[in-house]
C-alpha cells in the first residue's frame, strides 16, 4: 500500500490525445491530477476531464465484486450446483461471488455453448478503452480459445471509415504525424471535428497557430468554438462533406495547382481520376449557387482549395467526417487532396484522423476487428462486424457474448433493436467499471481494474505508445488477466504472468510496428513515448519515401457525390417551411463529459456542470417550438423530453445533442442506415420530427 505523497507520471484515461499526466497520491488515493510539465502531448496543459475526472476510481459506484443473474443461474441448473457453495446474496437480482468463481461460470457456459453450437455462436466487443494487453488477449480468446471470428470494438462506430477510406489510397489508416508538426504547417484544414471540446490540447495547438498566422479553415454543419479563429469558418449542408472536398480536388486541378512531380513519381490513377472529377457536375463549386442558404460555398471551397493546394498544409477531421453513408469515401476525398498536391510525407504536411477513445488506435492496432488480425494481417476467417452481429443475434445465430468497456447498450444506434438483440443471447458476459446499461443487461458482471490502477500500453491517435503505470493499488483483476484464468479453465494455454509477458508476444506477433517496442524502451522514453512502427528506432512521420500499399504509390479512388437528404431537398424546394417533421439532427460530445459518461459523472465537478443532454436549435426554431422541452421522433423510436437551448451557432433546420445520458435515449431514434463500405453508423445526419412539450 502507498502510506505517503508520491507523485507518479501515467497518461489520461481520456479521449485519443493521450496526455502526460502526473498524479499526487497520497495513502492509496489520487489527490490531484496535473499535466506533466515536459509533457510531449499535454505540454503543461490539461482538460477538464483530465484535470477533475479522476474520481470515479475511488467511486463508491466501482463493481468491486462479481456479479451473477439470479435468473441465469435459475436457468442453468448444472452451474449453480457447481458453484452454490460459492455464492451469496447480493440484492434480489444479483448474487455475488469472487472472481474464481465467476470465471467459473463463464468458462462452463462458454465450454457448453462452443461444444452444443459452434464457436462462431460467440462473439467478443470491445478493447478499445482498456490497455492493448487486454485488446491483444481478447481478440485472441475469441479466435483461439473459442474458435470464432467474431471480434469488434467501438472503431465500428467511430474510425471504421478512416481505417478503410486511408488503407485504400496510401495502405495505412493511421496519422501520418506528430501533433507538433502543426507548429510546423502553413496552413490547417479541420473538417467534422468540434477540436475544442472534443480535443482540447490538440485544440490548443491549432489555436495558437490560428492566432498568430490567420492559417485555420474549418468546415461543419454548425458553428464550433474553433471556428472564432478561423480564416475560413466554412458552415455546409449535412452529408455534403464528399461534395465539398470533391469540389476541392475540382478547385485544384481546374487550376493546375496539383505538384506535378509528386503525382509522377507517387501516385497512379491520377489521369482517370482528373478526367472523373472535371466531368461531375456536383464537384464544380458553382454548383452550390444552386443550394439555398449555402450559395457562398461556391466562392469559399475555392478559396480553401487554393491555400491548402500552395501551401504546406495538414488536414484533421472527426466524427463529423466518419458517420455518414459516404464515411468511407469522404476519407478516401480528404487522402486525394493530399496526394494531388504532395501534402503528405514530410513535416508539417500531413493526415491527421482525430481518434475518439484512449486506445482506439492501440485495439485495432491488436487485432480487434471482424477483418483484421494483430499488424492489420489477414484474419483465417473473416468475422461480423456489430451491427451484423446484432443481426444474428436476433436470429438466434450468436449465442453469446464478452463485452469488455463497449456499452452497446447505450452508445450505437438502434437501441430497441440492440435490446431485443441482446434478450436472444444465452450468456452476456461483461468486464466493467459501473453497472453502465451494457453491464445491466449482462448475466454476469465483473469489475475490473481502470487504466489509473494497472502496468499497460496505450497508443493515442498520433500512433505514440505510452507505457502507463498504475497510480493506486487495487486487488481488482486487468481484463487480460479474467480473459486468461477463462482460457486455462477451458483447457487453453494462455500462460501470461504479467502484462509485460503478454506484450512481449505482441511484439512477435506484430512485429511490423512493435518489434522494437520493449516494456523497457517504453518506459526509457515514457515522457517523449514512441510512434509505430518501431524497430530500431521510432517513426514519427509515416509515408517520407513510399505509401503502404503493395507497391508503394498512392491511389485515386473517385467517387461521385450523390445529393440525398438536406440538399436534395433544398434543390427541390422543399425543405424551408414551418414543418416540425423535417429537421436534420447531429450529435456530438460537450467539454466536461466523455462518451457514456460512466466516468465522468462519478466526478461531481463534471456532472453539476452538464447533468442532462441539451439539445441546440436555430434562434427562429423558438416560436415553432414554443417550449424549452422537446422529443425527437423517428420511425425507430423517440427521446425523452429534451431541454431546448436557442442559438444563432445552429442553421435553419438543423439541430445538435449531446448522447452522453443515456436516460435521454438519444440513441433509440437512429436506425441501421450506415457506411456503405464499413457499416459505421450515420450518427451525423439524421431526419427527425420535432414534438414540443
Not at 441 to 467: C, F, P, Q, W
Not at 495 to 519: C, L, N, P
Not at 580 to 589: D, I
Request: aromatic share 8%; net charge neutral; charged share 25%.
Amino acid at each position: 500500500m502507498i502510506d505517503n505523497i508520491q507523485e507518479i507520471e501515467s497518461v489520461c484515461t481520456y479521449c485519443g490525445v493521450g496526455c502526460d499526466i502526473i498524479g499526487v497520491i497520497e495513502n492509496n488515493k489520487i489527490q490531484k491530477i496535473y499535466a506533466h510539465k515536459d509533457g510531449v502531448v499535454s505540454q503543461g496543459k490539461l482538460c477538464i476531464k483530465g484535470k477533475s475526472g479522476y474520481n470515479f476510481v475511488h467511486s463508491p459506484n466501482r463493481i468491486n465484486t462479481p456479479l451473477v443473474k439470479k435468473s441465469f443461474l435459475d436457468k442453468n441448473e448444472q452451474i449453480f450446483k457447481i458453484v452454490k457453495n460459492n455464492i451469496k446474496e447480493h440484492d434480489e437480482n444479483y448474487y455475488s461471488c469472487d472472481v474464481d468463481t465467476a470465471t467459473t461460470i463463464a468458462a462452463i457456459k462458454l465450454q457448453e455453448i462452443k461444444s452444443v453450437y459452434g464457436g462462431d455462436s460467440f462473439c467478443a466487443i470491445g478493447g478499445a478503452r482498456t490497455n492493448c494487453e487486454s485488446a491483444y488477449l481478447l481478440q485472441k480468446f475469441c479466435r483461439q480459445s473459442m474458435d470464432s471470428p467474431h471480434i469488434d470494438n467501438c472503431a465500428r462506430i467511430c474510425h471504421s471509415p478512416s481505417l478503410k477510406g486511408m488503407r485504400t489510397t496510401i495502405g495505412e489508416g493511421a496519422a501520418t504525424n506528430p501533433y507538433n508538426d502543426i507548429y510546423e504547417t502553413e496552413f490547417i484544414v479541420v473538417i467534422g471535428s468540434n477540436t475544442i471540446e472534443a480535443h482540447p490540447i490538440i485544440a490548443n495547438r491549432i489555436v495558437d497557430m490560428a492566432k498568430t498566422h490567420n492559417n485555420l479553415a474549418i468546415i461543419d454543419v454548425r458553428d464550433t468554438k474553433l471556428a472564432k479563429f478561423a480564416k475560413h469558418n466554412c458552415i455546409i449542408p449535412f452529408e455534403a462533406n464528399l461534395m465539398i472536398l470533391n469540389m476541392m480536388a475540382y478547385v485544384i486541378i481546374d487550376e493546375e495547382l496539383y505538384d506535378e512531380s509528386f503525382l509522377k513519381n507517387r501516385t497512379k490513377g491520377f489521369d482517370d481520376f482528373k478526367e472523373k472529377i472535371l466531368n461531375d457536375p456536383y464537384a464544380n463549386p458553382e454548383f452550390c449557387k444552386n443550394i439555398k442558404g449555402y450559395e457562398y460555398l461556391a466562392k469559399q471551397i475555392p478559396n480553401i482549395a487554393r491555400e491548402y493546394a500552395i501551401k504546406k498544409s495538414m488536414i484533421f477531421w472527426g466524427l463529423g467526417v466518419t458517420e455518414h453513408l459516404d464515411g468511407s469515401y469522404a476519407v478516401m476525398a480528404i487522402t486525394h487532396l493530399a496526394l494531388m498536391t504532395g501534402n503528405i510525407g514530410k513535416s508539417g504536411a500531413g493526415l491527421m484522423p482525430l481518434r475518439g477513445q484512449n486506445n482506439v488506435q492501440g485495439a485495432c492496432d491488436m487485432g480487434c476487428l471482424p477483418y483484421f488480425a494483430p499488424d492489420y494481417q489477414k484474419p483465417k476467417i473473416d468475422g461480423l462486424m456489430t451491427p451484423q452481429l446484432i443481426d444474428e443475434m436476433i436470429k438466434g445465430n450468436i449465442k453469446a457474448m464478452i463485452n469488455v468497456g463497449e456499452d452497446i447498450a447505450h452508445i450505437h444506434p438502434n437501441q430497441n433493436k440492440i435490446e431485443k438483440a441482446l434478450e436472444r443471447l444465452e450468456f452476456l458476459m461483461v468486464q466493467e467499471l459501473f453497472m453502465t446499461e451494457i453491464a445491466k443487461k449482462a448475466d454476469l458482471v465483473i469489475g475490473v481494474k481502470s487504466a489509473y490502477e494497472k502496468t499497460g500500453v496505450y497508443i493515442n491517435a498520433m500512433r505514440r505508445l505510452h507505457l502507463s503505470q498504475p497510480l493506486v493499488h487495487s486487488t481488482l483483476p486487468d481484463d487480460w488477466e479474467i480473459l486468461k484464468t477463462i482460457d486455462n479453465k477451458m483447457g487453453g494455454d494462455f500462460k501470461y504472468e504479467t502484462s509485460e509477458d503478454v506484450w512481449d508476444e505482441v511484439t512477435k506477433i506484430a512485429h511490423r510496428r512493435f518489434s522494437g517496442a520493449k516494456y523497457y524502451r517504453l518506459a526509457r522514453h515514457r515522457k517523449r513515448g514512441m510512434q509505430w512502427p518501431i524497430h530500431y528506432e521510432d517513426t514519427p512521420i509515416l509515408h517520407l519515401l513510399d505509401f503502404r500499399t503493395e507497391d508503394g504509390l498512392g491511389e485515386f479512388h473517385y467517387h461521385r457525390y450523390k445529393p440525398r437528404g438536406m440538399v436534395e431537398e433544398i434543390l427541390k424546394d422543399d425543405f424551408y417551411n414551418d414543418s416540425l417533421s423535417g429537421y436534420y439532427l447531429t450529435t456530438g460530445r460537450t467539454l466536461v463529459h466523455y462518451n457514456n459518461a460512466a466516468q465522468t459523472k462519478e466526478s461531481p465537478r463534471l456532472q453539476e456542470s452538464y447533468s442532462e443532454d441539451i439539445l441546440l436549435a436555430p434562434i427562429e426554431a423558438e416560436n415553432l417550438f414554443g417550449s424549452d422541452k422537446v422529443i425527437l421522433k423517428t420511425i425507430h423510436g423517440q427521446t425523452e423530453p429534451l431541454s431546448v437551448k436557442y442559438t444563432d451557432k445552429i442553421r435553419a433546420k438543423t439541430l445538435f445533442c449531446t448522447f452522453h445520458h443515456a436516460k435521454s435515449k438519444i440513441n433509440h431514434i437512429f436506425g441501421d442506415e450506415c457506411d456503405e463500405l464499413i457499416m459505421t453508423a450515420r450518427f451525423k445526419s439524421l431526419k427527425v420530427e420535432v414534438i414540443p412539450q
